[in-house]
């Protein structure tokens, strides 16, 4: 462990990339010092230098440096748009290995299982490299396999990362509200489940499942017969990268509609479906020849339940409007903001960060730079970290930043106005929070046995007077809970 340590503290001293040090609180002398060691004349912003360290670290500390570009609350918005620009791009592998790991995982020598198949990857990452082949029904399909080895490797990057966290959170104290170890512990099950492929082929499956015939959108198919933990299949996707917008042109495409047909899936993804594409970065979308989007790579996805996404909407609406008041509410009922905060405190801070940004001309609004500064005012009001919308957030800069490339003159949530309308009455009128209420009381009933079970055995087991006297006002209280719970199922169900 202390000659992995000495060898990150080289690369990042080589790249002159030390300098996050400084953030951790260490006296001044400590790091004066460490920076003795710093390369000079270095090119490049601190963002990019650190993204070079991080690459030449390796496949954990790439992931690391892209699980960080979601964390402008924490770095900053300037560091964390460098780190997005963090390529996962490695060397192949031998392609002997990949035909041994094809016949491990599926039982039958490569030429058995594909008719064809191309030893030249097509790409190659720090989890795996894709290959192009055919099936025996002539099927164009994509082949993704695992880099042997992996596993360990990204389990002692991952075993470092948490020791780190922890050291940073012992010596700055007030860093322990945004959740290190949580974030290290989130980066570790996403990669765990990016290293299965079989998770990532259940994820384009149900993705596509959800989009069903959406016009504009397509997620290529599953080969489930030629898929495993170390192998996945899918249909083959050949078009045009969705930011490049002179080639598009060309091949007869209207950027306009592409850019409208990315705004609608993503609507869907998000707010109808709650599941979504967690990288929508320009080489995963790609349009065909007949105009449709296509996406590939699903080994990051986000979930969000349906009161999130209320939540979301209730939120962005608060803005577009500039009721700024009820933005702080919202935060607030979420349990994003603590219940002793100031709202009005917060109302003011969301002002202060949402008139610049709302104030200039519709297409240079950026909701997603909108949420980035909102992320970053969570010191000051304890605020914890929400990974889920960090994600979104990545995703909705991401999707601007196609749009700007599309059509820089147009603002892209405004194509989605329809969309959201329709569905804001449906989810957040008066109809959609009888709903909410009846789904509660429903599971408030449902709950209700369990915890008068648990009621009785603690009375059973001798408690004392007083005991006995906070379990009667426990009954009193889900009696009455039940009463009220039963009140508004009944309203939700005459007039929901």
Do not use: C
Not at 16 to 27: E, H, I, K, V
Not at 233 to 249: H, P, Y
């Amino acid at each position: 462990m202390l000659f992995r340590l000495l060898a990150i503290f080289r690369t990042f001293a080589r790249h002159d990339a030390l300098f996050p040090l400084g953030a951790l609180g260490l006296p001044h002398f400590a790091v004066s010092l460490v920076q003795r060691f710093a390369a000079k004349g270095v090119a490049g912003r601190p963002g990019e230098r650190l993204a070079a360290a991080l690459f030449a670290l390796g496949p954990g500390f790439i992931k690391a440096g892209q699980a960080l570009s979601t964390r402008p609350d924490l770095i900053g918005e300037a560091l964390a748009a460098d780190l997005a620009q963090l390529q996962d791009r490695l060397p192949p592998f031998p392609t002997a290995q990949a035909r041994a790991t094809i016949a491990a995982e599926l039982g039958r020598p490569v030429d058995q299982v594909f008719a064809s198949f191309d030893d030249t990857p097509v790409a190659a990452a720090s989890i795996a490299q894709v290959h192009f082949a055919t099936t025996d029904a002539g099927a164009a399909v994509a082949v993704k396999v695992l880099r042997p080895g992996v596993e360990d490797a990204f389990a002692a990057d991952v075993a470092l990362l948490r020791r780190l966290a922890r050291l940073a959170e012992r010596l700055r104290p007030d860093l322990r509200r945004l959740r290190l170890g949580a974030v290290v512990d989130t980066l570790a099950e996403t990669v765990r489940i990016e290293m299965d492929l079989r998770m990532e082929a259940a994820a384009a499956a149900e993705l596509a499942e959800n989009l069903g015939e959406a016009a504009g959108f397509r997620v290529p198919k599953v080969d489930w017969q030629r898929t495993g933990r170390r192998v996945l299949t899918l249909a083959r996707v050949e078009g045009i990268r969705i930011d490049d917008r002179e080639r598009l042109i060309a091949a007869g495409h209207n950027p306009d509609t592409i850019l409208a047909q990315a705004v609608g899936a993503l609507f869907a993804q998000v707010f109808r479906d709650g599941f979504f594409h967690g990288d929508l970065h320009p080489g995963n979308l790609f349009v065909t020849a007949d105009g449709a989007i296509a996406a590939v790579d699903f080994g990051i996805m986000g979930r969000l339940d349906a009161q999130t996404r209320r939540y979301l909407a209730l939120m962005l609406k608060g803005f577009l409007e500039r009721d700024y008041a009820a933005v702080a509410r919202v935060h607030v009922a979420a349990g994003y903001v603590p219940a002793d905060r100031s709202e009005a405190a917060f109302a003011q801070a969301a002002r202060a960060i949402a008139e610049p940004i709302l104030g200039r001309p519709l297409a240079e609004i950026s909701l997603a730079r909108l949420l980035a500064q909102l992320f970053q005012v969570t010191q000051a009001f304890q605020m914890e970290t929400q990974p889920q919308l960090l994600l979104l957030q990545k995703n909705m800069l991401l999707a601007e930043g196609i749009g700007r490339r599309l059509n820089p003159a147009v603002n892209m949530w405004t194509l989605a106005d329809a969309e959201f309308a329709a569905w804001g009455a449906l989810h957040l009128g008066p109809g959609a929070r009888l709903g909410v209420a009846a789904a509660e009381a429903v599971t408030l009933v449902g709950r209700l046995p369990a915890i008068a079970r648990g009621l009785e055995r603690l009375a059973d087991g001798g408690a004392n007077a007083r005991a006995l006297a906070h379990l009667e006002g426990e009954r009193r209280f889900w009696r009455q809970a039940a009463l009220l719970a039963g009140a508004a199922l009944i309203l939700a169900l005459l007039f929901g």
